[in-house]
């Protein structure tokens, strides 16, 4: 079992930056595949960055590719979500999300992670 708990999230405007966290419980935080998704209001929540379990492997989707870093610091059991140049529409609730699942290439849907964080709100403003 995991806990997620995410942080960091607030108001930018457009060409700003934030650093999302999400800090895990348990101590096998190391052996989890773990990703960010975000949902914005009326659409489905949609994958954003993820991290293989060693962080020796990062996916991005198309839309943040060049913008976001998503990264690992296993012995504090926290992943990060640095957010560059952000754009009115990468507003959306940004949700944490962790897999026990130790593979080579990370899940990309909402079905491939078994634990998630409440989430927390980013907004851009124009």
């Known amino acids: 079992q995991v806990q997620l708990v995410e942080s960091g999230g607030g108001l930018v405007q457009t060409g700003g930056s934030l650093r999302l966290s999400c800090a895990a419980s348990?101590?096998?935080?190391?052996?989890?595949?773990m990703a960010w998704f975000r949902q914005a209001p009326g659409k489905e929540r949609e994958f954003v960055a993820a991290?293989?379990?060693?962080?020796?492997?990062?996916f991005y989707a198309d839309s943040v590719k060049g913008r976001f870093t998503i990264s690992r610091d296993n012995p504090k059991n926290t992943v990060y979500l640095q957010m560059n140049s952000l754009k009115p529409e990468d507003t959306a609730v940004y949700y944490c999300?962790?897999?026990?699942?130790?593979?080579?290439?990370?899940?990309?849907?909402?079905?491939?992670?078994?634990?998630w964080g409440q989430g927390t709100q980013v907004t851009v403003s124009l």
């Open positions: 991290i293989t379990w060693l962080g020796r492997n990062t």
């Open positions: 999300a962790a897999s026990p699942r130790q593979t080579v290439v990370a899940g990309t849907s909402p079905r491939d992670y078994d634990y």
């Open positions: 348990g101590r096998t935080f190391s052996g989890y595949t």
